[in-house]
């Protein structure tokens, strides 16, 4: 049995609407689509998720398709939402839709067709 807090649906909706407002409340899980410009963005996604997972121990549910990555999450032993849940999301949606800023020395993914990988939102 999990010792972890788990929050209701109102609490959840607050908390997705100040703090991930990309992400939704669906079927007891936070969940978050990403659109990729194919498979190979797709397979990129899946591992940076797949890494910050492993690294924190706290494993969302993937969906893949050909240009999107859905990730839902929940505490399992929990049985629903709790604070492993935003802390990983938060750290998956600042990792995945991550870019150097203006000005950056990093010049970032070059804007023609056979680079994009995410659909940057």
């Not at 410009?37 to 492993?54: D, F, P, R, S, Y």
């Not at 706290?58 to 240009?67: G, N, V, W």
């Not at 604070?83 to 839709?97: G, P």
């Not at 950056?104 to 990988?117: I, K, Q």
Request: aromatic content about 10%; some cysteine.
């Amino acid at each position: 049995m999990s010792n972890d807090r788990v929050y209701d649906e109102t609490e959840i909706r607050t908390r997705i609407a100040s703090e991930l407002p990309r992400w939704i409340f669906e079927d007891g899980c936070l969940r978050r689509t990403y659109r990729t410009h194919g498979w190979k963005g797709t397979l990129m996604a899946i591992n940076a998720v797949g890494h910050l997972a492993e690294a924190a121990w706290h494993h969302p549910d993937l969906m893949a398709s050909y240009d999107r990555v859905t990730v839902s999450l929940m505490t399992h032993s929990a049985k629903g939402v709790t604070d492993k849940d935003f802390e990983l999301a938060s750290r998956i949606e600042e990792t995945v839709m991550w870019r150097p800023a203006a000005g950056s020395a990093l010049e970032g993914t070059p804007a023609d067709v056979r680079f994009a990988y995410i659909q940057y939102e």
